[in-house]
């Protein structure tokens, strides 16, 4: 099976405000840093977690099918890989203490 080939569109003025898009497929996620803007979930869409070093990231899709669930994970790997982050942990829980992100 071939990877996915991903694109990043990157917001010059917010460093934290990345979009990863999937060339291949439909597949579109918004990167958060969380410690240096608020996040507020989309209930509609998946949202994952990604810890590396000190930086504490929150992924969401944007506009979600169900065939492009399966690489969002491949989608949050490559970013980590481009932040030089390979050993990031992909986490399906906001991690912060005191959080309830199931509203």
Known sequence: MAQNVYLLAT??????RDVIHSRDTDLKV???????????????????????NDGLYAFETIGIASDDAVDIVEAIQ?????????????????PRQGKDIAM
């Not at 917001?11 to 934290?16: H, L, R």
């Not at 996040?39 to 998946?46: L, P």
């Open 30 to 52: 918004r990167v958060f840093c969380l410690g240096k803007e608020e996040f507020h979930h989309d209930a509609g869409e998946i949202q994952l977690y990604g810890q590396c």
């Open 78 to 94: 490559w970013y980590a890989d481009y932040i030089h982050c390979p050993e990031m942990e992909i986490l399906p829980e906001d």
């Open 11 to 16: 917001d010059p003025s917010n460093s934290c």
